[in-house]
């Protein structure tokens, strides 16, 4: 959650430091962007100091807060858990060094105690667990763990392939054609995506509230028409017809592009890094989560190097429009696919994920015939459908495959 916060929080700078710096001497003058004057610039006048000040500090200003941060990483203490895991394999000077890390953790020194000896008996428990079980095939194999999986690359699939990362990089360059480039279009578009940048943190702050009280698949569900809608509106408003009608083209690329980050920063931008990390079970959650983000990575660096191509194929209004039918796509696909797990514990989620996918398609169509008869019929007899705690096809032996929870009762 707060992952995804800060990071709409650095997209947000990184489009004030664009707007801040574009005017650093004579960048953004006609004397550094006019290419057909007569005589043209010289590649050496475009990269002397006058004219390159301004897309220097730009790419440079990104490296200020990691510089920050990465100093302020030689300030906190080592990790104790890692510490302890070296410690067991025969560096026992590690145990003082963990101790050490814990009481700079920690109000007192007894705490410190307590949480290393529950840190060693986790890591005991941990390596029990792991004795006899293939992590990697059982991710696969148990059902519980698939549909768990699947649910998560779901959502980490469709945060990419909803387009928000395509606006991001590249609406600048979308904005410039619609506000009719030039030196005052190229300004134009860069307040607009600023003002892109400021909605998407702005709007991710009531997730902080709204994912624990409303529900991650209810988040999901509710957003994601609206996300197709306004990738819609970016897509009419890209359209060459309007070309002759700037304010119309302006007023719908804008309003798609804010109201689309209104409602992808509270539903689709934090709900798959909290989904994906807690859908899983202990001993497979590092491997789950690891695959989550990289199917996360690999689709955000795919969209990003063809997206100049489906501009050149498409152009901006078949792009966004292919956007927003994954948009309506998506909506269905975790209709079906993806489980509840606000306010569950650890032996719930087992219980949740042991329902097969027929199954909990069959309550999801039916949840959404009772939506519609309840709050559009204003049927208010309607009964709401109750979802299975465990499904009949779900056999018995193969929950017993997954690891006892016996560390989480001794802990108590």
């Known amino acids: 959650m707060m992952w995804q916060m800060w990071t709409a929080f650095g997209i947000m700078l990184g489009y004030i430091a664009g707007v801040i710096f574009r005017n650093a001497l004579e960048g953004d003058s006609t004397t550094c962007t006019d290419y057909n004057a007569t005589p043209p610039p010289t590649?050496?006048?475009?990269?002397?100091?006058?004219?390159?000040?301004?897309?220097?500090?730009?790419?440079?200003?990104?490296?200020?807060?990691?510089?920050?941060?990465?100093?302020?990483?030689?300030?906190?203490?080592?990790?104790?858990?890692?510490?302890?895991?070296?410690?067991?394999?025969?560096?026992t000077t590690h145990y003082a060094k963990a101790f050490d890390s814990l009481c700079a953790l920690r109000h007192s020194n007894l705490q410190a105690a307590r949480d290393?000896?529950?840190?060693?008996?986790?890591?005991?428990?941990?390596?029990?667990?792991?004795?006899?079980?293939?992590?990697?095939?059982?991710?696969?194999?148990?059902?519980?763990?698939?549909?768990?999986?699947?649910?998560?690359?779901?959502?980490?699939?469709?945060?990419?392939?909803?387009?928000?990362?395509?606006?991001?990089?590249?609406?600048?360059?979308?904005?410039?054609?619609?506000?009719?480039?030039?030196?005052?279009?190229?300004?134009?578009?860069l307040l607009g995506s600023m003002g892109f940048g400021i909605v998407n943190f702005v709007f991710a702050l009531p997730a902080v509230y709204t994912i624990d009280t409303f529900g991650r698949r209810n988040l999901l569900l509710c957003t994601f028409p609206f996300l197709a809608l306004f990738q819609l509106f970016t897509s009419i408003g890209s359209l060459h017809r309007f070309q002759d009608h700037i304010a119309t083209q302006t007023g719908l690329v804008l309003?798609?592009?804010?109201?689309f980050s209104v409602f992808y920063s509270p539903g689709e931008g934090p709900v798959p890094f909290v989904y994906s990390a807690e859908s899983m079970p202990l001993y497979v959650r590092d491997l789950g989560m690891s695959?989550?983000?990289?199917?996360?990575?690999?689709?955000?660096?795919?969209?990003?190097?063809?997206?100049?191509?489906?501009?050149?194929?498409?152009?901006?209004?078949?792009?966004?429009?292919?956007?927003?039918?994954?948009?309506?796509?998506?909506?269905?696909?975790?209709?079906?696919?993806?489980?509840?797990?606000?306010?569950?514990?650890?032996?719930?989620?087992?219980?949740?994920?042991?329902?097969?996918?027929?199954?909990?398609?069959?309550?999801?169509?039916?949840?959404?015939?009772?939506v519609i008869r309840y709050y559009f019929l204003g049927q208010k007899g309607a009964v709401r459908p109750v979802l299975p705690m465990w499904s009949d096809s779900e056999t018995e032996s193969d929950m017993q495959r997954l690891p006892p929870r016996k560390l989480s009762m001794e802990i108590k």
């Open 116 to 189: 290393l000896f529950l840190i060693h008996h986790l890591l005991d428990g941990e390596e029990a667990i792991k004795k006899g079980h293939n992590r990697f095939f059982e991710l696969w194999s148990v059902d519980r763990n698939r549909r768990a999986l699947i649910a998560s690359l779901t959502v980490m699939f469709l945060q990419q392939i909803c387009g928000v990362n395509v606006m991001a990089f590249y609406s600048s360059e979308v904005l410039a054609k619609v506000f009719g480039g030039g030196v005052e279009g190229n300004k134009k578009a």
């Open 43 to 91: 590649k050496d006048f475009l990269l002397s100091f006058r004219c390159s000040l301004n897309w220097r500090l730009m790419l440079a200003s990104p490296m200020v807060l990691p510089l920050i941060a990465a100093a302020y990483v030689f300030t906190l203490p080592e990790s104790p858990r890692w510490l302890l895991l070296k410690a067991r394999q025969g560096k």
């Open 291 to 370: 695959m989550a983000t990289a199917t996360l990575w690999f689709f955000n660096f795919f969209l990003a190097i063809t997206f100049p191509k489906f501009q050149v194929a498409f152009t901006n209004a078949g792009a966004f429009g292919w956007s927003a039918a994954w948009c309506v796509i998506g909506w269905f696909m975790i209709l079906f696919l993806v489980y509840e797990t606000k306010d569950l514990t650890l032996e719930q989620l087992d219980a949740r994920f042991s329902i097969d996918i027929k199954t909990h398609a069959r309550w999801a169509l039916k949840e959404v015939m009772y």
């Open 255 to 259: 309003t798609g592009m804010y109201m």
